[in-house]
Every structure is written in structure tokens, then in C-alpha cells.
């Protein structure tokens, strides 16, 4: 499943947090397995943000809130938030060929839930022709 939340990090976040205590509460391991896609802004609004910052890391493109940096300018610091990157959750369901009902349970669950109702979801099963290349990408994201 694959669901683009734009530039909402806080709702890609809160569904992260969501997904972490279905894994704890129904103890699913790892048959729910989440990752981030972090696409930075390129363009007018990216340029005006400070063009002359160093480009980011995967790492740290891969960790988590929009960070703050502190400018100074005529004797009084500032803040200003970097522009937020696109953001978009591959959520991976790992059921066994046994648990077909636990299997479909959770892929209808999943996009009805609040962080990921508000996002524009995708399903890609196993059986498309973009699954191979949606597995390829997900296998890519730290």
C-alpha cells in the first residue's frame, strides 16, 4: 500500500505512530513493515529557503519532522522552518499464504483509519504488473 501524504509530515508521522501500536497491540512483528519516500522541493520555493545549505543525507532525509534553523540576522535570531518534502508511506503487508482473512482484514482496515484516510492511497498486489517495481522501490527506502 502505498499513500502519498504531500507535505503533511505530521499525518505521515501520526500514521507511523499508528501503524507502530497495531504492530504492538496485535502483535504483528514484522507482517506490517512501514517505510518513508522523502522527495525534496526543488524549485522557487526551495531557492528562496536557502539554496547555499549543504544537501541532506539520506540518513537524515529519512528521520523525521521538518527541522528549524536558526538564521541571524541585524542582532536577533530567527527561525524559519525548512520547506517540507513530499512524503509518501510504503506500508508492506507480510501475511503468510494461512492468514488470507487476517491478510484482507487489514487491507481494508488500513485506509479507512485517520492519518491514512486523509492521504491518497494506493494498493499494489502481488499479482500486478507495478508490483515488481513498487517491491524494488520499497526494498530501496531505508
Do not use: C
Not at 3 to 10: I, M, Y
Not at 22 to 28: E, T, V
Amino acid at each position: 500500500m502505498i499513500f502519498d501524504f504531500g507535505t503533511n509530515e505530521e499525518a505521515a508521522q501520526q500514521a507511523r505512530h499508528k501503524v507502530d501500536g497495531w504492530k504492538q497491540a496485535f502483535r504483528l512483528g514484522d507482517k506490517l513493515l512501514l517505510k518513508f519516500e522523502r522527495e525534496e522541493q526543488t524549485g522557487p520555493e526551495k531557492e528562496e529557503a536557502g539554496a547555499e545549505e549543504p544537501p541532506k543525507s539520506a540518513k537524515a532525509a529519512t528521520k523525521g519532522k521538518a527541522k528549524k534553523t536558526a538564521t541571524k540576522s541585524a542582532g536577533k535570531a530567527e527561525t524559519k522552518e525548512e520547506p517540507a518534502a513530499h512524503v509518501r508511506v510504503f506500508l508492506r503487508l507480510a501475511f503468510s499464504d494461512h492468514e488470507k482473512l487476517s491478510y484482507q482484514r487489514w487491507l481494508d482496515r488500513i485506509p479507512t483509519e485517520e492519518p491514512f484516510r486523509s492521504a491518497q492511497g494506493e494498493t499494489v498486489r502481488s499479482g500486478q504488473t507495478e508490483f515488481e517495481k513498487t517491491s524494488e522501490q520499497f526494498e530501496a527506502l531505508d
